[in-house]
């Protein structure tokens, strides 16, 4: 369902340093599963996704770990820049066209 | 560059003139989405298009309305916006094959005056 909250958790870290963004997911039938960067006034960006299938995908920079057992869900930036400053949404699938977000995080990354 | 294109980036209306916000697509996607996006929360699925058929979510009021006249543009019709209507709104496509993430255009931010 629709996540809602007026304050995003958020996470502040110095420019060089990794940053693990943290996500929770509701639904144990979601097999398909997303991150999303949102700078500013634009719209949502694909980061990277992983199948249930997998525990660990790794991307340019970025790494996704999925725990079913926990259904967690966390992104791993490396050598974060202050480019990469944005909120962060996950977004799970259980079915096709039902894609759900969870409710964001602000990341701030410090020069 | 194939991509999602959304006009106006930003619009003004009055209390209760209605008002369409456009989407047209590069991608040749068969589905086409609409959001609603309020401030630090995440988007809301309004309804989408799987080519012509239109899938409405349960709770989308009904002063949200949609038309997909042809594969590339998606219209987003509200008849009569309330203060509650101003957001960011955001279309997205995907192609509707296997499981794949949505492409997001840059969002048309909307207020009510």
């Known amino acids: 369902g629709e996540s809602v909250g007026l304050h995003l958790p958020t996470l502040s870290v110095q420019e060089g340093d990794n940053s693990i963004i943290n996500c929770a997911y509701s639904n144990s039938a979601s097999d398909y599963f997303i991150w999303y960067k949102q700078e500013s006034g634009k719209g949502p960006q694909f980061i990277i996704d992983?199948?249930?299938?997998?525990d660990k995908r790794q991307g340019q920079r970025v790494t996704v770990l999925l725990n079913k057992t926990v259904k967690h869900l966390s992104l791993q930036i490396a050598a974060t820049q202050p480019g990469d400053s944005a909120v962060y949404f996950c977004?799970?699938?259980?079915?096709?066209?039902?894609?759900?977000f969870g409710q964001g995080t602000i990341l701030t990354v410090h020069p | 560059d194939a991509m999602v294109i959304q006009n106006p980036r930003y619009q003004v209306t009055q209390f209760g003139k209605p008002v369409t916000l456009s989407c047209s697509q590069t991608l040749n996607h068969n589905v086409m989405y609409w959001y609603q996006q309020k401030s630090s929360q995440a988007p809301k699925l309004l309804f989408h298009?799987?080519?012509?058929?239109?899938?409405n979510e349960a709770d989308t009021p009904d002063n949200f309305q949609s038309r997909r006249p042809n594969t590339s543009f998606c219209f987003l019709d509200i008849r009569s916006p309330g203060l509650g209507d101003a957001a960011m709104y955001l279309c997205a496509t995907s192609t509707g094959q296997g499981r794949n993430s949505r492409n997001f255009g840059p969002g048309t931010r909307l207020t009510v005056t």
């Open positions: 992983i199948r249930s299938n997998m």
């Open positions: 977004a799970e699938d259980p079915s096709y066209g039902k894609l759900t």
């Open positions: 298009y799987y080519d012509k058929d239109f899938n």
